[in-house]
């Protein structure tokens, strides 16, 4: 067990449990739930952090192939619910399948490089885009652009890593410059509604840019110091809207202040950190390049929770790391801490 | 082209040199992350701190309790009672066709009340309750109230109404409140007073209700209320309690009042009853009334329909707006200015034979009484209300001084009651023919005035502070209708002083003179012997016809062959006891035909219950069909 990881982990679950209570406008029952949510996600994060990476590796195909199987079984017969095709019921199940290929879709890319990585040449970051392009197509078709994006840049990261040349990643993102204005028609009147909204949030206060501004006014008046805990007037009045889930951090913000920000993010800053270290002392391409996109993972969605709070960014599903309430993104988050701490057991073992 | 073998010690470099880079940019973002945080919290900290203030405090009107008008005894005229109403939540009412047929079984529901009901459900949004009934009895509210849990999303919402105890009786005077509307709240805006209306859904259309609205409403009150985003009340922060309106004690009586109103039967008319030496008025009566509690919360098209457009307009207010020519009632002070002007002696002698006409003229201006009185002096001409006396003063008298000393009379003025608008009546003059018609005085239209016809017109209002002058020996009082103020929250009683209009210095004799003629109208020969007669206390009056159409040259006069509405009016004005006056009253009676014998009646009824506290004997069976 990597102590740094275990101890920084461990000060951010009872730092997010104090601020559960007050966001949860002081629900005991709620944070309970979350800590039944949390001893399970511990549990997994034991039984990665035990599980050798080669283990994992081995795993990664076959999970891939059935993430994209689930996805293509969504797009065929798939729940409607809110607009979008999301959902996949398998008996008493209902299943997310693309939240399973956020973790299936760099592990496919990590073990297909590290398979690759005595011979590898530019058709095998073709075929890695493939890889990448398919599933992530079939998300955004869904419709869901957040968590497209998010598998796109978790994919990204390994292929970054891996050593995707910098001409082509400018030329790339030249490319995608010049495709936005054809992209722009095919997106949905919500989306295009979420990007107007995000230029622009005070044009529709009630409405679309509703969320994002009584997030920036729970936080703006928070000030230097917040406003002390189960103190905030915006979530305790019900202004903010998911107040414990993808917008807990601007009850954070107003009850805690800036100095209470500084240090969350400085823990956060310590584990991504240390997850780069993991990282470059990583024994196989595999374990290398998952701690890098995993720990690059905790930072996006951090930074993309943080920039849509406080408006800088559109307002996209995505949880904040260990502060939002809910089971999947903690098991998710935790698995990922513990597959950290297992590159860093094994780092020694395969030196040898 | 065949793949060359990577160098494991290059690509270990090439991952550490990437590692390196993304941790650096990972720094710069979430330092770009603090720098829009700091602004958030320091920069506009300020800003989004008097934001969420506004979010979360909403200030709520406390409404201030209306005050209560009562009369100078106490007896309540208007006061706020619960009223119970019972209100659909439409979202909330499963089947309300259904409802409606089960609430039918135990409150009475007509097809009007649905009818507005389904009106104003429409407009609302299906979230406000809307009202399907009004003015519950208390046994409904007591049997729904049993029923309740039967009816999902069906309450009784008990809410303070304004209430006029008194029903159809001094509705003029008392006047109404009902829901502000566009014109009310622009004018409120004028005033500066919109902020006091928060909350407030009423306010004082007519008479006292609307004279003095503000001193009735009260002071609004506030209360900041922390709300939620869907601005609930949670909790009270600040409260500034809402202090009543100001109870105001009328100068009238009540149970005068009630009598003067029945004496006038079904007949339409006006009376109004001073008290000479304070000028507060006692009784102030237009027949016939209306019920003012029709008004409260907005009229239906039927009632208003029937009040608009009666032929008997119950809603003119006759005592306060009603003009009329004031007729023979205007002899009395003709006298008195012949002897204040020195015109004519009291014991000058005028042969009367039946009419009046100007020298090589053959236009006779007819007395009422064919053949004439013969022999008339002063005291002759106001006890027979001689015309032809009076048409030969006028013309000795000109129009100016009769129009000057009419003016010190109050007539052609406002009298500067407490009520909302009074009109002015008109004593004409050269000065105002010329500026009204541009023409010159005719020395005929002086002749006419000189009887209270032509162009002479006066409010019953006015006859009754004319009356009250003469009776205060030439001091006019003021007529008001508020005593006294009672101030809500020092329960501090401010009494209101009288206030004198005008003040006329006249030779005791002159006033004598005329006075012992008032008597003598009362007296057998005198055109109101039978009102007068059996009288425990002594009188003063002067009886009046007003003409409505003109009689035209060698026509007579024949009430039977005229529509009732083209009959004169009967007036009569008096004052008792007349040695020492204690009540001056002037009464109308709309096509009543002769002053002495329909409005005098009525004025003797006021005074014996007055000054005697005798109550008319019970009104005879009328022509009212019961059922």
């Known amino acids: ?31 309970l739930s979350q800590v039944r949510n949390l001893a399970l996600a511990f549990g997994v994060m034991g039984l990665v952090a035990r599980t050798n990476p080669q283990i994992l590796e081995r795993l990664a195909f076959p999970l891939y192939g059935l993430a994209l199987l689930a996805l293509i079984a969504v797009a065929l017969f798939g729940e409607v619910s809110h607009g979008a095709r999301r959902w996949l019921h398998l008996g008493p199940l209902h299943v997310q399948p693309s939240e399973l290929m956020k973790l299936a879709l760099p592990m496919a890319l990590a073990a297909f490089f590290e398979w690759r990585s005595r011979t590898l040449n530019w058709r095998d970051f073709v075929v890695a885009g493939l890889m990448l392009l398919v599933p992530v197509g079939l998300v955004l078709r ?40 054809l992209i722009w028609p095919l997106l949905h009147g919500y989306q295009k509604n979420r990007i107007l909204v995000f230029l622009d949030p005070t044009q529709d206060p009630l409405g679309a840019g509703y969320h994002t501004l009584q997030a920036m006014i729970a936080i703006g008046s928070g000030g230097v110091l917040g406003k002390g805990w189960l103190q905030g007037t915006q979530s305790h009045l019900d202004f903010l809207p998911e107040h414990t889930t993808d917008f807990i ?66 307002v996209v599903g995505v949880p904040l790391p260990f502060l939002s309430y809910g089971g999947t993104s903690l098991v998710t988050l935790f698995s990922s801490v513990g597959f950290l701490m297992s590159v860093h057991h094994h780092r020694k073992l395969v030196k040898q | 082209m065949s793949p060359p073998l990577r160098d494991p010690h290059q690509e270990r470099w090439n991952f550490r040199f990437r590692l390196g880079v993304t941790w650096w940019l990972v720094m710069v973002l979430f ?101 399907i009934r009004t003015h519950l009895t208390e046994e409904e509210v007591a049997r729904f109230s049993v029923n309740r849990y039967r009816f999902p999303g069906v309450d009784i919402e008990a809410r303070l109404t304004r209430t006029y105890p008194l029903g159809l009786h001094a509705s003029h005077l ?33 008479g006292i209700e609307s004279h003095y609205e503000s001193l009735l409403h009260g002071t609004t009150g506030s209360e900041q209320v922390e709300t939620d985003a869907a601005g609930h009340g949670l909790r009270s922060l600040a409260q500034t309690a809402p202090v009543s309106g100001d109870d105001l004690y009328l100068t009238i009586d009540a149970k005068l009042q009630q009598v003067a109103e029945e004496a006038f039967g079904l007949q339409h008319g006006a009376l109004v009853a001073i008290d000479p030496e304070t000028g507060e008025v006692l009784a102030f009566v237009s027949q016939p009334g209306f019920d003012p509690n029709l008004f409260v919360d907005g009229i239906d098209q039927e009632h208003w329909n029937d009040l608009n457009t009666s032929p008997d307009h119950p809603l003119n207010d006759r005592a306060l707006r009603g003009q009329y020519p004031p007729g023979s009632t205007v002899k009395p002070f003709m006298a008195l200015a012949a002897l204040q002007l ?89 000065v105002w023919k010329q500026k ?78 005329v006075r012992n003629a008032m008597v003598g109208v009362m007296k057998p020969g005198g055109t109101a012997a039978q009102a007068g007669a059996g009288a425990l206390y002594s009188m003063a009056g002067k009886t009046g016809t007003a003409q409505v159409v003109g009689v035209r040259q060698g026509e007579k006069y024949n009430a039977s062959a005229l529509t009732e509405h083209n009959r004169d009016h009967a007036l009569f004005i008096a004052y008792a006891p007349a040695d020492h006056p204690r009540l001056a009253v002037a009464v109308l009676v709309e096509n009543g035909g002769h002053g002495g014998s329909t409005a005098a009646p009525i004025a003797r009824q006021v005074f014996d219950y007055y000054l005697l506290g005798k109550r008319p004997p019970p009104a005879a069976p009328t022509a009212v069909p019961h059922d």
């Not at chain 2, 008008?69 to 066709?97: K, M, Q, W």
């Not at chain 2, 000189?450 to 017109?457: A, D, E, K, T």
């Open chain 1, 249 to 314: 951090f601007a009850v954070f913000g107003e009850e805690f202040g800036l100095m209470g920000e500084l240090v969350f993010l400085g823990a956060m800053l310590v584990l991504i950190t240390r997850g780069f270290y993991i990282a470059n002392e990583g024994s196989t391409p595999f374990s290398r390049l998952m701690a890098g996109a995993l720990s690059m993972t905790l930072f996006t969605y951090t930074f993309v929770n943080m920039g849509m709070v406080s408006g800088i960014l559109p």
């Open chain 2, 31 to 131: 330092l770009a992350l603090i720098a829009r945080l700091a602004w958030l919290q320091i920069v506009a900290q300020r800003h989004y701190h008097t934001l969420a203030e506004a979010n979360r405090i909403a200030i709520v009107p406390l409404v201030p309790q209306r005050g209560l008008i009562l009369d100078r005894h106490g007896v309540v005229l208007a006061e706020n009672r619960y009223e119970f109403d019972l209100e659909i939540t439409p979202h909330l009412c499963p089947d309300i066709s259904a409802t409606l047929e089960a609430l039918t079984r135990l409150v009475t529901i007509t097809p009007s009340d649905r009818k507005l009901f389904q009106k104003m459900r429409d407009e609302s949004h299906g979230l406000t309750p809307v009202a």
């Open chain 2, 342 to 430: 020195k015109v004519r002696s009291a014991d000058y002698v005028l042969y009367d034979p039946g009419y009046f006409s100007f020298p090589g003229s053959s236009h006779h201006y007819r007395d009422w009484r064919e053949g004439g009185h013969g022999k008339v002096d002063m005291t002759i001409s106001i006890i027979q209300s001689c015309d032809t006396y009076y048409y030969s003063l006028a013309n000795e008298m000109g129009i100016d001084r009769m129009h000057d000393f009419f003016t010190l009379f109050g007539f052609g003025q406002k009298s500067g009651i407490d009520l909302d608008g009074e009109v002015a009546g008109l004593y004409p003059s050269t």
């Open chain 2, 174 to 206: 008392i006047g109404y409140i009902s829901r502000i509307n566009e014109e009310d709240q622009d004018r409120l805006e004028d005033e500066d007073l919109s902020d006091q209306y928060r909350g407030t859904n009423h306010i004082g259309k007519q």
């Open chain 1, 142 to 181: 869904q419709p869901d652009l957040g968590t497209a994006l998010l598998i796109a840049s978790s994919g990204f990261y390994i292929l970054y890593f891996a050593g995707l040349p910098w001409k082509v990643m400018g030329l790339l993102s030249a490319l995608a410059l010049a495709a936005l204005p």
């Open chain 1, 1 to 31: 067990m990597d102590r740094t990881l275990l101890h920084t982990t461990l000060f951010l679950v009872l730092f997010s449990l104090i601020v559960l209570y007050s966001a949860s406008g002081e629900e005991l029952s709620k944070v």
């Open chain 2, 436 to 513: 009204k018609y541009h023409q010159a005085w005719y020395a005929g239209d002086t002749v006419i005035s000189g009887i209270g016809q032509g162009y002479v017109l006066a409010t019953p209002l006015q006859l009754a502070v004319a009356t009250a002058m003469l009776a205060n020996q030439g001091k006019r009082m003021t007529p008001h209708l508020v005593r006294a103020i009672r101030h809500a929250e020092s329960g501090k009683i401010t009494l209101i002083a009288p206030k004198v209009s005008q003040t006329l210095t006249f030779r005791p004799e002159d006033l004598e003179t």
